[in-house]
């Protein structure tokens, strides 16, 4: 995310489970990382950075944030030479609710904004 633009502040905790928790994201939306906005926005796992800023900046109605879950290979940063595993970048919503917000079915469609 740093290569596109986006500014972070690493934040290790002792109980990742509870901030996922904490923020509503469903056990089947959940992924090695999670990062939280000031707003309070959630990005869970390696979303390509492309789909970040529409968000931000138009928000759907119950929108919490977006997850790729688990950890497709080939998705930002799950380089496996070769391998790429398309996937879905799910819109999170509040009640545990989600939908797909974007489907990545190339390698290039991981790249920009």
């Not at 509503?24 to 939280?36: F, L």
């Not at 109605?61 to 940063?77: D, R, T």
Request: glycine share 10%.
């Amino acid at each position: 995310m740093a290569d596109d633009g986006y500014g972070h502040q690493p934040y290790p905790s002792a109980d990742l489970n509870r901030v996922k928790n904490d923020y509503g994201i469903a056990s089947g939306y959940q992924s090695c990382h999670t990062a939280v906005t000031s707003e309070g926005c959630v990005f869970e796992g390696h979303i390509p950075a492309r789909v970040v800023q529409p968000l931000l900046e138009n928000p759907p109605e119950a929108a919490i944030g977006l997850s790729v879950p688990g950890m497709p290979a080939g998705s930002p940063g799950m380089a496996m030479g070769d391998r790429f595993m398309p996937n879905q970048v799910w819109l999170l919503k509040q009640d545990s609710l989600a939908e797909v917000f974007a489907s990545v079915i190339s390698r290039d469609q991981q790249q920009g904004i």
